[in-house]
């Protein structure tokens, strides 16, 4: 029997919150307290993952409605497979990167342990002599399958772990900065290095013009030319062009960029990278 390892210690070193489960409320989506949501670097809607300690991640989008910011997009699927009841008390860990951790609690006060469904192999023979051979390389295949997926997942969640806590250094450097432009700093998420996209903070859209569809990007005595546009009422992402800036510049999930505008007539940002240790 293999011991399910539990997550990292984040209750002593991440942002966390709590929130009781009340299915009129929370059925379909849950609020994130606004206290909170200083904690999130990025532009709304975004796609999180929230993790739970059996080492089960789902995708969950953060949205904004009224003002107010959400788990919603995947939500329902995260109560339905931890099987949220009345008064159960969910706390929250953010681990930096759009990255959720979760222990749940019944009523009894005690954390609930969600099993984990086994993958069920199909083993059903309608002429046994035929095709015995066929089901039992069917069901190997399956197994392995099953287990390649568990490996994936455990990788995934400690390289998650990994990031966090050295993600947290190349934060505490890119804070120190100070310019006498107007300047932002994003987190490299999954979605910014891997999607070809990313989102400029609101703080910063006071800069931005109606007409504007392209920005220079200056970073180590070089530049790359990038599309702007504005995506829906209130986003504004860099595009085409992106994905290369990413790739030359070697930007990995965790990584800081900061990004100063020292060109406002022409749009010209130059962008300080800060590492996140491998």
């Known amino acids: 029997m293999v011991k399910r390892r539990k997550i990292p210690d984040f209750s002593e070193s991440c942002p966390q919150f709590f929130k009781v489960y009340l299915p009129n409320q929370s059925a379909h989506r849950l609020q994130i307290p606004p206290s909170f949501v200083k904690y999130i670097n990025g532009v709304f809607p975004f796609e999180s993952t929230i993790t739970s300690p ?56 005690c954390r609930k342990e969600v099993s984990v469904p086994s993958r069920e192999i199909d083993r059903e023979i309608t002429h046994p002599r035929d095709n015995q051979t066929v089901e039992r390389r069917k069901s190997k295949r399956l197994a392995q399958r099953s287990n390649d997926e568990e490996i994936a997942k455990k990788k995934l969640c400690l390289r998650f772990s990994m990031a966090t806590q050295e993600g947290n250094r190349a934060r505490k450097e890119a804070s120190k900065v100070v310019s006498k432009f ?81 060109g406002k007539n022409d749009f010209v940002l130059k962008v300080s990278v800060f590492r996140c240790p491998n």
């Open 182 to 262: 107007p300047f932002f700093e994003v987190v490299m998420n999954p979605s910014y290095v891997d999607r070809g996209y990313m989102n400029i903070p609101s703080s910063f859209h006071r800069y931005m013009e109606k007409d504007r569809h392209g920005v220079t990007l200056v970073a180590s005595n070089r530049s790359w030319p990038v599309k702007l546009i504005k995506y829906g009422l209130h986003i504004w992402r860099f595009i085409c062009g992106w994905t290369t800036f990413c790739r030359e510049n070697k930007l990995k999930v965790g990584d800081v960029c900061v990004f100063e505008l020292i």
């Open 54 to 109: 059996e080492k089960r991640s789902w995708h969950v989008e953060l949205k904004e409605v009224d003002g107010h910011v959400y788990f919603q997009e995947g939500w329902q699927q995260f109560v339905h497979v931890n099987s949220l009841e009345f008064g159960d008390f969910l706390v929250f860990y953010y681990g930096g990167n759009a990255e959720f951790y979760v222990n749940i609690y019944g009523k009894n006060g």
